[in-house]
C-alpha cells in the first residue's frame, strides 16, 4: 500500500529526529569524555600528593588509567542522554 505525502514527511522526520538525538549524545559524550579525562588525571595527581605543598602530575598506572577511563566513558555517556533530553 503507497504512502501518502503526509505519512513519509513524518516518517522521514522522525528518522531525522532519532539521528540528530543520537549525534547529540555522541559528540556531548565525547567532548566531555576527553576533556575530563584531563580533569581527571589532575585529581589523581592531588590525591596521590596531597600532602605535598607543591602539585606534581603524575600519569596514572595502566590499572588506574583502566578505572579512570572506564568510570569517565559511563559519566560521558550520562552525560550526553541528559543533554539529548533536555535540549
Same mark, same amino acid.
Given at each position: ?25 555522541m559528540i556531548s559524550a565525547i567532548i566531555y ?7 581527571? /588525571? =589532575?585529581?589523581?595527581? #592531588? ?7 607543591? %602539585?606534581?602530575? !603524575? ?8 578505572? /579512570? =577511563?572506564?568510570?569517565? #566513558?559511563f559519566f560521558a555517556f550520562i552525560q550526553g542522554? %541528559?543533554?539529548? !533530553?533536555?535540549?
Open positions: 500500500m503507497p504512502m501518502n505525502l503526509k505519512e513519509i514527511l513524518v516518517n522521514s522526520r522522525m528518522f531525522f529526529i532519532q539521528q540528530n538525538g543520537f549525534k547529540v549524545v569524555l576527553f576533556v575530563n579525562l584531563f580533569e581527571n /588525571i =589532575i585529581y589523581y595527581s #592531588i590525591g596521590r600528593h596531597s600532602n605535598q605543598k607543591k %602539585l606534581q602530575i !603524575e600519569i596514572p598506572t595502566s590499572k588506574d588509567w583502566i578505572k /579512570i =577511563i572506564l568510570i569517565t #566513558i542522554i %541528559l543533554t539529548w !533530553e533536555f535540549e
